[in-house]
């Protein structure tokens, strides 16, 4: 049971719903699949993320497809590999490799980094919260302000918030010093960006001491609370739960 493991994921899949946190651990212990919409969706988030680091670190992508099966074989992500060639023509990698065009031309000057490791070792090491940063900009040797920048696909969810405030603590936990302001980055869209203050990093820090005490009870068997949201819609305990909420509709209001 040690170390308890409490990566970026857990931190925001806990503050959401205990059950659906336990659900997706229970899911990726199992090797279980999700639906295809929603493994769709995190290939993508995935093949985004690969797009701009590859824009960032090598330059253009020629060939989305082929461009990042090659990425993933040489990082080691076979399984990920297989699953984006099962996947096929589900997968719409082209908008995804335009969009990451936004990336080209950075200023080397800001010293920019893609996945670059992050972690806080609590209690002697019992407690590991690891993570890899998207990009990130500046900081001390670049004599500019610390960036951090996380990649996200999809609609603004409050879970992406959580996701770079986090970050913002490992970060400033790994440094010793807070990045200035944490981002996220949209296709299509302008940074969303927001300072980080001492308010932001204390709140992240209360998020992440709750996640430990309640991924620790959890553990031990305390039942999950279930707390019902727009999580319901991709949970892998959506069909069991007698909980589950599902999402608005749309037309309710009988639309525009
Ligand atoms: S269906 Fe909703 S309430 Fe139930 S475990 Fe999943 S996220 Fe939680």
Redesign the pocket.
């Known amino acids: 049971m040690l170390p308890l493991r409490i990566p970026k994921g857990r931190v925001v899949a806990l503050a959401?719903?205990?059950?659906?946190a336990?659900?997706l651990a229970r899911a990726a212990t199992d090797g279980a699949r999700s639906d295809d919409d929603v493994s769709s969706s995190l290939l993508a988030g995935r093949a985004l993320d690969v797009y701009v680091e590859h824009e960032i670190v090598l330059g253009p992508i020629a060939d989305p497809l082929e461009d990042l099966l090659s990425w993933l074989w040489a990082r080691g992500e076979l399984d990920l590999r297989d699953q984006v060639i099962a996947a096929g023509d589900r997968l719409d990698l082209g908008p995804l490799a335009s969009a990451a065009r936004a990336w080209a031309g950075l200023d080397p000057a800001w010293w920019p980094r893609t996945q670059a490791a992050v972690a806080a070792h609590l209690v002697d090491g019992a407690v590991r919260c690891e993570g890899r940063t998207d990009v990130e900009l500046g900081g001390p040797l670049a004599a500019r302000p610390a960036v951090v920048v996380e990649v996200k696909l999809g609609r603004p969810h409050p879970g992406h918030l959580t996701e770079v405030t986090h970050y913002a603590l490992l970060v400033a936990l790994r440094d010793r010093a807070a990045p200035a302001a944490v981002a996220r980055w949209y296709p299509g869209g302008a940074l969303a960006e927001m300072s980080v203050t001492l308010d932001v990093l204390r709140s992240a820090a209360r998020r992440l001491g709750d996640a430990i005490l309640d991924w620790a009870q959890l553990l031990v068997g305390r039942p999950?609370v279930?707390?019902?949201?727009p999580?319901?819609s991709w949970?892998?305990?959506?069909g069991?739960?007698?909980?589950?909420?599902a999402p608005p509709d749309p037309f309710e209001d009988g639309g525009a």
């Open positions: 959401s719903c205990e059950r659906y336990l659900a999950p279930e707390h019902p949201g999580t319901c949970c892998p305990d959506a069991s739960c007698p909980s589950f909420q």
